[in-house]
């Protein structure tokens, strides 16, 4: 008698017969793909296990009418009386209860999450069914027990390798876990339904072919280079990164003023760093998607099929099948990402976002630009950048010109579990800071003297090159108007698309040593590569000053560069920007030596960490511990956790399609076509964000209408200026509301 077939998925062929998955082959194909993958931080019986019983459900009477019906394989199977949806995740994680007690809730957390996304244990804030109320329902179980389930599938010893990480880091481990499932899932289930989607993912550069074309490119860049004083510094700090690069793994700071040139020395490190200890992948997370196209592009020229962009902001022109592919999971040897997608993607629950986790296991991730790291979600941050190094290989490189004082703190008003064991890459980071000092800062003589807007611009136009940086969307405004005609305007109220043309405009025009003045929020700091003689700052955080005057005679060519700090009429917006001019105000007033040097750099984190209300601010250490005795064990609140980790605080803030260049055409084909992944993509660089109240009274006088649920578009070209970006009627605006 033949046995009976199980199916795990159904394919309709082009001629318009079936082929089947079958269900005993796709869990030990999964199984061995998550014990692969898991393999990598030796947890590999774990992985096996998780793909083996993930599915299990699949096995019950319904599931396989359902599956017979739905595809159209079999439309004499009887769905009356079932659900809509069959549940065949819960039943694998009941047995690996039933079958290892406490260490079975392990597997059934990865089991029964492997579609919906990792559970909370009990009904928390997050929305979903919790775990512990799942696995009150025996029927699942009963129900698949009852069919010919192989014996072999059944019976397996439970796994002895270690719980990694300790209380501390169990729910990273179980994400890892994760990770390996939900990927090993993916891909054999496109295996079978799209073999030549999968084919497309065969990806044979790996950085042992990257560092040598590197080596090239950089050969040629200094040999064609002036013989400055500029770079023969940063032939020099590259020299460090390639000399530092051969030490064991773990963390690293660079510290390298702005234009020591520390994006491609940071590279050079990490890939020498790579090779040398067999790391799999570099990943190079920035804070900001003005810097990441910038930075994506200069990685491009020297790897034209090697970089994967991965961020909201990215141009589909610039993908391939390959690149999206890799995208997904990261599988390719060098990553360009964003801080947020690094940091949210670790704490996440949802498959999409957990399934690139296992590849960052033995890599080497470059933190751009570090002190941008949010105080608010420090603690979980540095706790979890410990774990990695410590027990998935993971080498940091903490690459910034302020470096922010992330050891461990302890005092009265705050503590922090910090990193320890940081090792400078370069010698002598003060001697350098001091040979590439290239201008004079001054401050006001009076820190709670603010001055008005009109005199601010009479003296900012007095410099036919000159760039103004304010606090927010608001100052920006008020100071361009008062600035003369053809004066430039940067802020997020402008497109994604408009800042980069803005931005790549402005460079050509310093490099034909044009006369240009430019009024920015802070978007314009941080790694965007402008050089203006003369710089303004609004009263800010020392960082940003710091990073301010890093856009000032960034490539030596004046003999010294001028930086003027002014105290605005505006109040610094309040929160974090706010704590940070105040604790600048605290550590300069009565200090005759203003001088940017990195003691006053690490001084000012020290404060303004301990000022932070909060390095915790939501409790996701607490959410995430397994802490308890007996069976109150191993309960963790993972969705809870990730429904709060979000490094970007999106609540109160609307997205709007803006009407520039070539959107209105796009903005049409989505009427008609509907939310096409690539159309949503391409759209997303003509997307502006603005606060709730701003944007119910744009939808109430028609300026903006709902062009798909859930997402609006500007009605008229008269909402958006092609210098301004968002107009509106800026009568009491309140400048928390229009940071950026």
Not at 565 to 588: C, E, N, Q
Not at 602 to 623: C, M, N, Q, T, W
């Amino acid at each position: 008698m033949q046995a009976k077939q199980y199916l795990a998925h159904v394919r309709k062929k082009n001629d318009g017969s079936f082929e089947i998955h079958d269900l005993e082959k796709h869990l030990r194909e999964v199984a061995r793909g998550a014990e692969k993958f898991a393999e990598t931080f030796g947890s590999s019986d774990w992985g096996y296990l998780a793909g083996l019983w993930h599915d299990l459900g699949k096995y019950s009477a319904e599931f396989q009418r359902r599956i017979k019906s739905v595809s159209g394989y079999d439309l004499d199977a009887h769905l009356e009386g079932q659900p809509s949806r069959i549940d065949h995740s819960t039943a694998g994680a009941l047995y690996a209860i039933d079958q290892f007690g406490l260490h079975g809730r392990i597997l059934a957390y990865l089991i029964a999450g492997h579609h919906a996304g990792l559970p909370d244990w009990h009904t928390g804030e997050a929305s979903g069914g919790a775990l512990k109320m799942r696995l009150g329902d025996k029927s699942h179980l009963e129900r698949t027990l009852s069919q010919a389930i192989p014996p072999e599938i059944l019976s397996q010893p439970k796994p002895s390798s270690a719980l990694l990480g300790g209380s501390m880091g169990f729910s990273l481990w179980i994400r890892m876990l994760f990770s390996c499932l939900v990927d090993a899932d993916f891909l054999d289930t496109e295996a079978f339904m799209n073999a030549d989607k999968a084919g497309q993912r065969n990806n044979t550069l790996t950085l042992s072919h990257l560092l040598p074309r590197f080596n090239a490119y950089m050969e040629e860049k200094f040999s064609h280079a002036p013989s400055t004083q500029v770079n023969r510094i940063r032939t020099e700090v590259l020299r460090q990164c390639r000399g530092k690069a051969h030490e064991a793994p773990g963390l690293f700071s660079l510290t390298v003023p702005t234009g020591g040139g520390k994006t491609l020395s940071g590279l050079a490190f990490a890939l020498e760093h790579a090779t040398r200890h067999n790391k799999r992948r570099v990943i190079y997370a920035i804070p900001y998607t003005s810097i990441i196209e910038q930075t994506a592009n200069v990685f491009r020229d020297i790897f034209p099929n090697a970089v994967i962009e991965h961020h909201s902001n990215l141009d589909p022109d610039k993908e391939t099948v390959k690149s999206r592919l890799a995208a997904e999971n990261w599988d390719a040897p060098l990553i360009v990402t964003t801080n947020v997608q690094f940091f949210e993607s670790l704490f996440a629950t949802k498959t999409s976002r957990c399934r690139k986790l296992h590849n960052i296991v033995n890599s080497v991730v470059v933190l751009d630009e570090a002190q941008l790291l949010p105080p608010e979600f420090l603690q979980p941050i540095l706790d979890v950048m410990n774990l990695l190094v410590r027990y998935y290989g993971v080498t940091f490189v903490l690459s910034t010109a302020t470096q922010p004082a992330l050891g461990t703190l302890k005092t009265f008003q705050q503590s922090l579990r910090g990193l320890d064991n940081v090792r400078e890459i370069i010698d002598d980071p003060d001697a350098l800071h001091q040979n590439l000092e290239r201008v004079t800062v001054t401050w006001p003589r009076d820190f709670h003297l603010a001055q008005d807007w009109d005199d601010i611009a009479q003296q900012v136009q007095q410099h036919p090159c000159v760039l103004a940086v304010v606090n927010s969307r608001a100052d920006a405004r008020k100071l361009h108007r008062c600035m003369p005609e053809g004066t430039i305007h940067l802020s997020a109220l402008m497109c994604g698309e408009h800042r980069s043309r803005v931005i790549k405009n402005v460079r050509r025009r310093l490099l034909a040593g044009e006369a240009v003045q430019v009024v920015s929020t802070q978007l314009v700091e941080a790694g965007v590569d402008v050089d203006f003689p003369v710089v303004y700052r609004a009263l800010a955080g020392l960082d940003s000053i710091a990073q301010a005057a890093g856009r000032c005679n960034r490539e030596g060519k004046r003999e010294c560069g001028e930086v003027t700090v002014f105290v605005p009429p505006s109040l610094v917006p309040s929160g974090t920007l706010r704590r940070a001019a105040d604790t600048t105000i605290s550590l300069l007033i009565g200090d005759s030596d203003h001088t940017l040097t990195r003691d006053l750099f690490s001084r000012y984190f020290e404060h303004f960490y301990v000022r932070a209300p909060s390095l915790d601010k939501h409790g996701i250490v607490e959410f995430l511990k397994p802490d308890g005795g007996g069976n109150d064990q191993l309960k963790v609140q993972f969705r809870t956790a990730a429904q709060h980790f979000r490094l970007i605080d999106e609540s109160g803030q609307r997205s709007i399609f803006v009407r520039y260049e070539e959107s209105p055409v796009l903005i049409g084909r989505l009427q008609k076509e509907g939310p096409e992944r690539w159309l949503m993509r391409k759209l997303q660089r003509y997307t502006v964000s603005l606060p709730e109240w701003q944007f119910q009274k744009l939808l109430n006088n028609g300026d903006i209408f709902e062009i798909y649920p859930g997402v609006f578009a500007q009605k008229s070209d008269v909402l958006y200026d092609q210098e301004l970006g968002v107009v509106m009627d800026e009568t009491n605006l309140d400048p928390n509301n229009l940071i950026g």
